[in-house]
Nanobody, 125 residues
């Protein structure tokens, strides 16, 4: 059974930082990758960053708008995936979710329809 739990969201001013955590289990039969997704009000949920969990090189992919600002990482056991978000902007305001994912250069990050309860990130200008 897939279990996902996001935490770490909050309200910050533009330029601030937050670190999100995703406790994930039971997903490896779907994919070896975990991604962070976000959904702003009245917008579709979309992938932000993805990591190959447990890989020796921790392969990562980011959407263009968060490159150099966000870093996705994992703990040594591969049970928790983090998203360090620096230099936050108001347009980063959204509900953030983690979940198993697939990705490639042409199609980007795709979900498998499994989510936790999400964690809200609000960035004020």
């Amino acid at each position: 059974q897939v279990h996902l739990a996001e935490s770490g969201g909050g309200s910050v001013q533009a330029g601030g930082s937050l670190r999100l955590s995703c406790a994930a289990s039971g997903y490896t039969h779907l994919s070896p990758c975990i991604a962070w997704f976000r959904q702003a009000p009245e917008k579709k949920r979309g992938g932000v960053a993805v990591i190959y969990v447990g890989g020796s090189d921790g392969s990562r992919y980011y959407i263009e708008s968060v490159k150099a600002r966000f870093t996705i990482s994992q703990d040594n056991a591969g049970n928790t995936v983090y998203l360090q978000m620096n230099h936050l902007k108001p347009e980063d305001t959204a509900m953030y979710y983690c979940g198993p994912a697939s990705w490639d250069v042409s199609m980007g990050i795709k979900d498998f329809g499994y989510w936790g309860q999400g964690t809200q990130v609000s960035v004020s200008s």
